[in-house]
């Protein structure tokens, strides 16, 4: 069965932080791995990684795929109280388009 | 612009009431997605469509149905079956030109009181 677990489920940091978000996996045909942040309503995306030890990175925020340890973290710096939100980690069913989500951490960035 | 719209945004319900959630798409996308998300729980796969008048049983189908008559839309039914229907419903789209990732829509949030 395809699933995806995502540590921790909650998290609590102060503006300024660091933090690293985990995100395993376990999928027969791994095609990628992609990560969403959900602030009230639809999750957008941030990144889709396919690619074992290449980073993605868009401002604060970067990302990274361990293949042979069916892993990918998320990492934000300096965090900001915009931050605050729930990030999803998600991988394709296995020889199907269907994402399966994990249940995501729920990130509280506070001043 | 190009883009998903579910309505309505808020609904509530009798038990013992089927609502029909719409879920329409401009973005020529083939593929369409109702997903589940309680709190907690993330998103989970209730019903997805890849052409028109197709679909497929997602992980959690049951008292849940679905239509695809048109490439646009792809509307979901919670019955009176579904035993626990409150809960946040997101509808998602995928084209063959994406890079991977599911387009959403901005929610439904149903409560049956």
């Known amino acids: 069965e395809d699933k995806v677990v995502q540590s921790p489920l909650s998290l609590v940091v102060h503006e300024g932080d660091t933090v690293t978000l985990n995100c395993s996996y376990e999928?027969?045909?791994?095609?990628?791995l992609l990560w969403y942040k959900q602030e009230k309503k639809a999750p957008t995306f941030l990144f889709m990684l396919?690619?074992?030890?290449i980073e993605k990175k868009s401002g604060r925020l970067s990302s990274i795929l361990d293949k042979k340890e069916l892993f990918s973290i998320l990492n934000i710096t300096a965090t900001q109280t915009g931050d605050s939100a729930v990030y999803l980690c998600?991988?394709?069913?296995?020889?199907?388009?269907?994402?399966?989500f994990g249940k995501g951490t729920r990130l509280s960035v506070i001043a | 612009d190009g883009g998903i719209t579910q309505s309505p945004k808020y609904l509530f319900r009798k038990e013992g009431q089927n609502v029909t959630l719409s879920c329409e798409q401009n973005?020529?996308?083939?593929?369409m997605y109702w997903y589940r998300q309680d709190p907690g729980q993330g998103l989970r796969l209730i019903y997805y469509s890849q052409i028109v008048n197709d679909f497929q049983k997602g992980d959690i189908a049951e008292g849940y149905s679905v239509s695809r008559e048109k490439k646009e839309s792809f509307p979901l039914t919670v019955t009176s079956a579904q035993k626990n229907p409150t809960a946040f419903y997101l509808c998602?789209?995928?084209?063959?030109?994406?890079?991977?990732?599911?387009?959403f829509g901005e929610g439904s949030r149903l409560t049956v009181l």
């Open positions: 973005l020529n996308h083939d593929a």
């Open positions: 999928v027969t045909n791994f095609r990628s």
């Open positions: 998600a991988t394709p069913h296995s020889g199907n388009t269907p994402l399966v």
């Open positions: 998602a789209s995928y084209g063959q030109g994406n890079t991977g990732e599911l387009f």
């Open positions: 396919t690619s074992s030890g």
